[in-house]
């Protein structure tokens, strides 16, 4: 692919499209998070092990008698008439289903809100919810904890649209929990204007490159950094080892030492890249193409090597009282169709099939970018973060912390 984004979105940006990366890093709020927790019902508890999700009875599912669906989602996240301020998909569902949603926008951060519906699971209670999304990460210890149901694909005849890539994850392997709600990469940025014209394409580049010195910022999100520094020195990200991850830190503890490193952000990074304080930094692609709005010289790369691919998944939690109508929506969304209008407004990846042809006949622009709408050569670069243990998260994600901290 070109080391440039295509031209950027201006519709998109017009609305002042809010980064959902931006929101994941940082609690906002959550706003009617405990309305929604107070709708929990009793209910069976989980696994006690863990090992499975346990699911529902039909006599427990209320889909036929209650035409609704509770859903979660990250703010700015779908389609919105901009007049009426309505999710057109949505009231189309609606039309077509008879099928009530009640769509709300507290999924603000992974973390945040596992805290919020733990206790609820933890005690065999239901979350008030019927589907929600989380990422990777988060899929990966919910499966693990038996948090989430086994997905009916007869209820789902549209998940044979998931994009191959996307199709059998490490985490969910052949998809039997979770499917795909919107995808994104994480790469390097480069302010030209502080590189000296220069090109920084590669993570050794970015954290040996004696130029950049002190004008370089990582992520705080240790899948994205970590994977991208496992990618360039040629291991596996979706089947990496200790041993692996171990040497990964070592060198982003040598490069912090060595002053290469002026800090770690969330997407905090786009001010000082865009003017300049900033010389080059790990970063998503939604961010740097709304900041090439304003500076279309800004540089953009998915190293040679590799890059991160996150995804925000659709899952279904235990006890949930709606499971089959929340079938039928996310089915509704695996109409390419529909998908189409979805990534046509949010500008993330599409995790389906025929997406691309819609959109070049409705947005040829939108469907020109292998950011939002990657070719083959595009998605072989891309690879995802395996699932990890609950001892492997506890062990990782201090090493990051103590790597991180000032």
């Not at 009282?321 to 079938?327: D, F, G, I, T, W």
């Not at 189409?340 to 970018?369: E, R, W």
Request: charged share 20%; with cysteine.
């Amino acid at each position: 692919m070109n080391d440039q984004i295509p031209p950027t979105l201006t519709a998109a940006l017009a609305r002042g499209l809010v980064s959902r990366r931006t929101l994941m890093m940082g609690a906002v709020g959550m706003t009617g998070v405990a309305a929604l927790s107070a709708c929990g019902s009793k209910g069976r508890s989980p696994s006690a092990t863990g090992s499975a999700a346990p699911t529902a009875k039909a006599a427990d599912d209320m889909s036929a008698s209650e035409k609704v669906i509770n859903w979660s989602n990250w703010p700015e996240y779908i389609d919105v008439d901009d007049k009426t301020q309505k999710h057109p998909t949505l009231d189309a569902f609606t039309s077509k289903t008879g099928i009530k949603v009640n769509y709300t926008e507290d999924y603000n951060d992974n973390d945040e809100f596992y805290a919020k519906v733990r206790p609820l699971l933890a005690a065999g209670n239901d979350t008030g919810r019927d589907v929600w999304c989380s990422t990777d990460w988060m899929v990966a210890r919910l499966i693990r904890q038996g948090y989430v149901q086994k997905l009916d694909l007869s209820n789902i005849p549209n998940a044979g649209n998931v994009e191959d890539s996307l199709k059998n994850v490490e985490f969910d392997p052949g998809r039997l929990y979770s499917l795909p709600w919107q995808s994104g990469f994480a790469g390097i940025a480069y302010n030209p204007k502080s590189t000296g014209g220069k090109k920084v394409e590669s993570v050794d580049q970015l954290l040996t490159d004696p130029s950049l010195k002190g004008k370089v910022t990582l992520l705080t999100e240790m899948r994205d950094t970590v994977g991208l520094v496992l990618l360039a020195m040629g291991k596996k990200i979706e089947s990496f080892t200790d041993a692996d991850f171990n040497a990964a830190m070592d060198e982003l503890k040598k490069a912090k030492d060595a002053g290469q490193i002026k800090g770690f952000t969330g997407n905090e990074y786009t001010k000082p890249l865009a003017s300049g304080d900033t010389a080059a930094c790990f970063a998503w692609t939604g961010d740097v193409v709304q900041l090439q709005a304003d500076n279309p010289n800004l540089g953009y790369t998915l190293p040679t090597t590799g890059c991160t691919l996150w995804s925000d998944n659709f899952v279904i939690p235990a006890l949930a009282r709606h499971k089959k109508n929340a079938e039928m929506l996310i089915n509704y969304y695996y109409d390419p169709e529909v998908m189409a209008q979805v990534v046509d407004y949010v500008n993330y990846i599409s995790p389906v099939k025929g997406t691309k042809a819609i959109l070049t006949k409705t947005d040829p622009a939108v469907a020109k970018n292998p950011l939002i709408l990657p070719d083959a050569a595009t998605l072989q670069k891309a690879h995802v973060f395996r699932g990890l243990s609950a001892d492997e998260e506890t062990r990782y994600n201090a090493a990051f912390a103590e790597l991180t901290a000032s």
